[in-house]
């Protein structure tokens, strides 16, 4: 796993959009994965605005996205589907109907599950995934003691997830939903290349197992050491448990400009 430790999120943003954008340009119709959180939302105002200048264009790309509640109503603002359309999808070129999630309104939920995984099959698969993690240690929602083979399915989310989320449920932990679908482990880990965003202190703990821990399902995103293309981008504070950092950082200052990530 690629290390890389910045200041702050704009400069993981550049990083993670200098990817994007070449990406786009040796692949125009690539396959992006995409993440809700807040954590890319940096990201997705810098590709934004790269493509406003006429860098980067998604007319021909597609994506989709990792998780979504099951059971909020369409036009819930905090269904998955409704959030990546007004911070990202809706802002650029994608052509209508690029971009899919899992159905959480689905009335057979594992018929909805196996049709996502041959929607991402059908495509191609993923070439590039930017994903999240929790302060628990997942990846989408991935909560510990998910099978580190899992693929899309229901999943009932922790406690401690509902309460990282009632934020953007008006504070209100009750009215997080409690079900979720989610792209599996084994799913992720089938993307080409994987960017995962951490920042502020409250990740660190999940940064030093992802890093830095033995693989077990307990910490849900360890199953990215076996991938062979996986960028960590973090900022000081979430890198602050990390034993190593010290080299991750000499060995990123070292790499040379146009190698990228
Ligand atoms: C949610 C999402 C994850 C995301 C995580 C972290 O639970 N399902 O995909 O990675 O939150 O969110 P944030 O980036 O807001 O800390």
Same mark, same amino acid.
């Given at each position: ?5 910045? /200041? $702050?999120?704009? =400069? ?9 954008? /070449? ?11 995409? !993440? ?8 997705? $105002? ?6 406003? !200048?006429?860098? #980067? ?5 597609? @994506? ?28 650029? $070129?994608? %052509? #209508?109907?690029?971009? =899919? @999630?899992?159905?959480?309104? %689905? !009335? ?23 994903? +999240?993690?929790?302060?628990? +240690? ?21 406690? =401690?997830?509902?309460? $990282?989320?009632?934020?953007?449920? +008006? +504070? *209100? ?30 990740? %660190? *703990? ?12 307990? &910490? ?17 504070? /979430? %890198? ?5 950092? @010290?080299?991750?950082? *000499? ?6 400009? &146009?190698?990228?990530?």
């Amino acid at each position: 796993m690629e290390v890389v430790i910045l /200041a $702050d999120a704009t =400069q993981i943003a550049g990083v993670a959009a200098d990817a994007v954008g /070449a990406l786009l340009g040796r692949k125009p119709d690539a396959v992006l994965g995409l !993440a809700t959180g807040s954590s890319p939302l940096a990201i997705y $105002d810098e590709v934004v605005a790269r493509h406003d !200048a006429g860098l #980067v264009s998604f007319r021909q790309a597609r @994506g989709f996205t990792l998780d979504e509640y099951v059971g909020l109503p369409a036009d819930h603002p905090e269904r998955y589907r409704n959030v990546i359309d007004r911070v990202f999808v809706s802002r650029v $070129d994608f %052509a #209508v109907g690029a971009v =899919q @999630g899992p159905d959480g309104l %689905a !009335a057979d939920i594992p018929a909805a599950c196996a049709a996502y995984e041959s929607a991402i099959r059908e495509a191609g698969g993923v070439d590039l995934q930017i994903v +999240g993690i929790g302060t628990d +240690g997942h990846i989408a929602f991935n909560e510990p003691g998910s099978s580190l083979a899992s693929r899309t399915r229901i999943k009932t989310l922790t406690r =401690q997830t509902r309460t $990282d989320n009632a934020r953007f449920f +008006g +504070g *209100e932990v009750d009215s997080v939903p409690t079900h979720c679908l989610t792209q599996g482990l084994g799913t992720i880990i089938e993307a080409r290349h994987v960017i995962l965003i951490a920042i502020g202190i409250r990740k %660190a *703990e999940a940064v030093h197992h992802l890093v830095e821990g033995p693989v077990s399902a307990m &910490w849900p995103a360890t199953i990215l050491q076996h991938h062979p293309h996986v960028t960590a981008l973090l900022d000081d504070a /979430a %890198a602050h448990r990390l034993q190593l950092a @010290g080299y991750y950082r *000499e060995t990123y200052r070292a790499k040379p400009d &146009w190698q990228g990530i």
